[in-house]
């Protein structure tokens, strides 16, 4: 027999306000995450070519030129006057080289030039790296 009286019996409830918090803070750490997974490229718009995509030789070095004319040599920063001789030191004796150049958009074409200019006084094979177009 049964005396309790069924009235003062406890609800069952789920709090769920700590579950926000949680989400948030899971959400901000992949955002970090994400940003930091490969920190050493350098951010540039690259220009748009409907050609595919090329196969590249065993060795490949990339130059990126930035919008604010700063050259990057492998994800190292080298002054214009000095890309000659850090290609020239890099080029190993019997083995083949390419460059893929990564040049932004808004980069003046006689810098572009200047660089295929050096690629082609060390008979170095360049390529321009651009993105897809998307219709």
């Keep these: 027999m049964n005396l309790r009286n069924k009235r003062n019996k406890p609800a069952a409830e789920v709090h769920t306000a700590a579950l926000n ?11 970090l ?3 930091v997974a490969n ?7 690259l220009p748009k070519s409907s050609a595919g995509e090329q196969s590249v030789a ?8 930035t919008s604010d004319l700063t050259y990057h040599v492998d994800k190292q920063a080298v002054p214009f006057e000095n890309l000659e001789s850090y ?8 083995e083949e080289l390419n ?10 074409i006689k810098n ?24």
């Design 33 to 35: 995450a994400s940003a």
């Design 99 to 108: 460059i893929m150049l990564y040049a932004d958009e808004t980069v003046p």
């Design 58 to 65: 065993k060795k490949t070095m990339t130059i990126s030129v």
């Design 21 to 31: 918090d949680i989400m948030f803070f899971l959400m901000l750490f992949f955002l």
């Design 87 to 94: 290609i020239q030191s890099n080029i190993a004796t019997g």
């Design 112 to 135: 572009i030039l200047s660089v295929m200019d050096v690629a082609n006084k060390l008979k170095v094979k360049l390529v321009l790296a651009t993105e897809p177009k998307r219709d």
């Design 39 to 45: 920190p050493q490229v350098v951010k540039l718009l």
